[in-house]
């Protein structure tokens, strides 16, 4: 049953709840922009670590485990892929039309969920051509 969630569907609630509490009925996202932790690197430059930075890093990482799920041909890595396509349009229609979404921070999110949608099937067409060759050379 775990195998057909796709992941970045936990980043987009991630995004959403936090959003849709601080923003109220109209507003922004301000709560990518806050501050987390500010580190002084030997070169001088102060980095200054974001929650949306964070939620890109968390989203990287979901995105990965994505792709890497992505090798297998089973009948739940399809519907993980068509669940995946769903988390894409999801977050394409809430980048255009939300309020609180137009942000470079979910621009980014929006298109690793493409990233994973597209990856997903040319990953899994890969896999399965492949299986396909051998078991063909076996016969």
Do not use: C
Not at 86 to 100: K, R
């Amino acid at each position: 049953m775990f195998q057909i969630f796709p992941l970045l569907a936990l980043s987009l609630v991630a995004y959403l709840v936090p959003t849709l509490l601080e923003r109220g009925a109209l507003g922004s996202a301000d709560w990518i922009g806050r501050s987390v932790a500010s580190l002084s690197l030997t070169s001088g430059d102060v980095w200054k670590l974001t929650f949306g930075d964070l939620f890109i890093v968390f989203s990287l990482v979901l995105l990965f485990l994505e792709l890497l799920r992505a090798t297998q041909t089973d009948r739940a890595a399809l519907l993980n892929h068509i669940f995946s396509v769903v988390v894409f349009v999801a977050a394409l229609l809430l980048f255009v039309l939300a309020p609180g979404f137009g942000n470079s921070t979910f621009f980014i999110f929006t298109t690793m969920t493409l990233i994973d949608f597209l990856a997903g099937f040319v990953v899994t067409t890969v896999s399965a051509r492949r299986d396909l060759a051998v078991s063909d050379s076996f016969q």
